[in-house]
């Protein structure tokens, strides 16, 4: 596609439920990232991907947080047992990667509600 | 590590100003690139400019630019001629290029307000 997709596009889910937010990257990105912005605060590095690869998870608040890049193209980020600090907007980002000064271009963003 | 700085929580400029928004960086990395992003009320992310830690020049595009002072560690944006759209959260953000190592830290942003 032309740019970073992201799905769905608002979610509202049940404190404990599992919920998956997908993005699709531009095609031939091979860096992704993940990102949690809550309310009126900055961008919460989550994730991310080179290739299929994560190098680096840091971000990841809990063992309730997953992510999975396949083909190196989509990516899922997985929420176990939701909780209510968990409603936020979730931002993913794509590059070309690699060195060099490319910069992210960022998708619309799935905005969670744990209710 | 990196980490990014923007001690600027909120900024009044008026139309037609010019206004600086501060940003300080820190990375062990010798080669990085830094990056300024606009959000507006929409939330939609916006490149504007990036900078090279090895560029002689600083970056321009249109009325941004970036005051890249590289022993201050510093990025500041300057926006001139502002103007009512440009009102909008600003984050300042850096990318590492060593090894495999490509992760992308944003700071946690300055609220710009255009007034008239």
């Known amino acids: 596609g032309a740019g970073v997709s992201q799905s769905p596009s608002n979610k509202v889910t049940e404190k404990g439920k599992d919920v998956e937010l997908r993005c699709d990257p531009i095609?031939?990105?091979?860096?992704l990232y993940w990102y949690r912005q809550r309310l009126g605060q900055g961008l919460e590095f989550l994730i991310y991907?080179?290739?299929?690869?994560?190098?680096?998870k840091s971000g990841l608040p809990s063992d309730r947080f997953s992510a999975e890049r396949t083909g190196e193209s989509v990516s899922t980020l997985t929420i176990q047992r939701t909780q209510q600090e968990d409603s936020a907007v979730y931002l993913c980002?794509?590059?070309?990667?690699?060195?060099?000064?490319?910069?992210?271009?960022f998708g619309q963003g799935t905005r969670l509600t744990v209710v | 590590a990196q980490k990014i700085t923007q001690t600027q929580p909120g900024m009044f400029v008026q139309e037609k100003e010019a206004v600086t928004l501060d940003c300080t960086y820190d990375?062990?990395?010798?080669?990085?690139?830094l990056f300024w992003y606009k959000q507006p009320s929409s939330g939609e992310m916006i490149f504007l400019i990036y900078?090279?830690?090895?560029?002689?020049q600083n970056a321009t595009e249109g009325r941004y630019s970036l005051n890249f002072q590289k022993a201050r560690k510093s990025a500041n944006l300057v926006i001139s001629a502002s103007q009512l759209g440009d009102s909008a959260m600003y984050f300042c953000?850096?990318?590492?290029?060593?090894?495999?190592?490509?992760?992308?830290?944003f700071g946690t942003g300055t609220q710009l307000k255009v007034e008239l």
């Open positions: 980002a794509s590059s070309l990667g690699g060195r060099g000064g490319t910069e992210a271009f």
């Open positions: 095609s031939g990105h091979t860096a």
């Open positions: 991907f080179q290739g299929n690869s994560a190098p680096d």
């Open positions: 990375t062990s990395d010798q080669s990085y690139g």
């Open positions: 900078q090279g830690s090895y560029d002689e």
């Open positions: 953000a850096m990318r590492g290029f060593t090894g495999g190592g490509n992760k992308l830290t």
